[in-house]
């Protein structure tokens, strides 16, 4: 039902761009002209705009590489004389945006980029007065694709945060060999439920590849420790205490120790140490080994 | 029904559950466990549950269970080879097993019975 209703309306919501079209083609035919005859002109002068956003971080000869496919496509695209044009125009647009957000440029720097377009044309269309029509329509179908340019902008630099917060996480939960039969899994940076997870499932995953018996867990690293911290270290111990391993908590710091005890956190039976070294004499000792000097 | 086979080992129930546990299976081997407890009068369960990969609270629960009921007849239970994300369920689901004791391996848990006697 409902998609049927979709369908209509895009049904209406075509016919009517259709339409649109149409009543522009004339004038896209001459602005396509226009654009052809004066490409060296436009180009070099988009180019000139462009370049000076730009600060040095591409060379001359790379904006006008770029910008020259794009003018190509923008011709193309007003002069209407493929159906592929709008599809290829959008797709270089993308691929500009995401090279530009990669190498650090701002989001109005990258929307210049299609924008100055416009600016270079006028210059050009000022003079003659007959043209404002065609300069009108081809100012509005500029900023179709400058919205497209920026909405690639934002996605890709989405793209960039998710992957760097990913790997953050997978930097932050590193799990380590100490001893035979015991690992160590210094934790850094907060723990919220997401971190927890992750640490549980490659803490226990360690625990089972190594066959060791002991887990300690040091949280020098661990900013501050409040009651939802806290209960995430619980589970974590809990759940290695199921696997059949023990846990050890160290590197609580002073103030966190001072914290833990005035929120009224209670550790249990968990052993707590207040250095790795402490952590590490404690379950050697409780795996029955000694060790004595050479 | 599947039942759960209970071998003797010794002074040792070894119990190995190779097949998806059914409620109707779970209170099945709770009573041939007791029963077995009794005729055989074992000191040590072993229960293997290496090859089970989804827990639910009932299952949970059960295993808290046999705990409770071997010690009724002094014989401690030491639970093995627990996969890591059936671990995290049960913390999930706040069933810490405090009962019982737990092993990495059958062979850590036999040598945890061992060192008892």
Redesign the interface.
């Known amino acids: 039902m409902l998609d049927v209703a979709f369908s209509a309306l895009t049904q209406k919501v075509k016919t009517g761009i259709g339409l649109s079209l149409m009543d522009m083609n004339s004038s896209q035919g001459r602005m396509a002209d226009f654009l052809r005859a004066n490409e060296a002109k436009l180009l070099d002068r988009w180019c000139d705009i462009v370049f000076a956003t730009v600060r040095g971080r591409m060379s001359a000869d790379e904006v006008r590489a770029e910008l020259a496919d794009l003018y190509g496509l923008v011709v193309r695209r007003v002069s209407d004389a493929d159906d592929s044009a709008a599809g290829e125009l959008r797709a270089a647009l993308a691929a500009l945006s995401r090279s530009r957000a990669r190498g650090g440029f701002s989001p109005s720097e990258t929307a210049v980029a299609v924008f100055s377009l416009k600016d270079a044309v006028y210059e050009f269309v000022a003079d003659t007065a007959d043209m404002v029509p065609e300069y009108l329509a081809f100012a509005r179908s500029i900023d179709d694709l400058g919205l497209h340019t920026f909405e690639a902008y934002a996605a890709t630099r989405e793209e960039i945060i998710k992957q760097q917060s990913e790997a953050m996480l997978e930097l932050s939960t590193p799990v380590v060999q100490l001893w035979d039969g015991i690992i160590a899994v210094p934790l850094v940076g907060t723990l919220d439920s997401a971190r927890t997870q992750l640490v549980m499932e490659k803490m226990l995953d360690a625990l089972l590849v190594s066959g060791s018996s002991h887990a300690v867990i040091d949280i020098t690293g661990v900013p501050t420790v409040d009651t939802e911290v806290a209960q995430h270290l619980l589970k974590t111990v809990m759940a290695a205490r199921l696997l059949g391993a023990q846990c050890t908590i160290c590197g609580i710091r002073p103030q966190i120790a001072h914290t833990i005890v005035s929120l009224g956190i209670e550790f249990g039976d968990i052993a707590t140490k207040a250095t790795l070294a402490d952590a590490l004499a404690h379950a050697l000792r409780s795996a029955g080994l000694k060790v004595v000097p050479a | 029904m599947e039942r759960v086979p209970i071998l003797k080992i010794g002074q040792t129930l070894f119990v190995s559950i190779q097949i998806d546990l059914q409620d109707q299976s779970v209170v099945q081997l709770q009573e041939d466990l007791a029963e077995e407890l009794v005729a055989s009068r074992a000191t040590g369960v072993i229960i293997d549950i290496t090859a089970v990969e989804i827990v639910d609270s009932f299952i949970g629960r059960m295993l808290a269970t046999i705990g409770s009921i071997s010690r009724l007849f002094d014989a401690e239970t030491v ?2 080879g ?3 994300a ?3 369920t ?3 689901l706040g069933l ?2 405090e009962g019982v ?5 059958a062979e ?2 036999l040598r945890m019975l061992n060192g008892r006697s």
């Open positions: 639970l093995v627990m996969r890591p059936v671990a995290i049960l913390v999930e810490f097993l004791r737990t092993a990495l391996n850590q848990g």
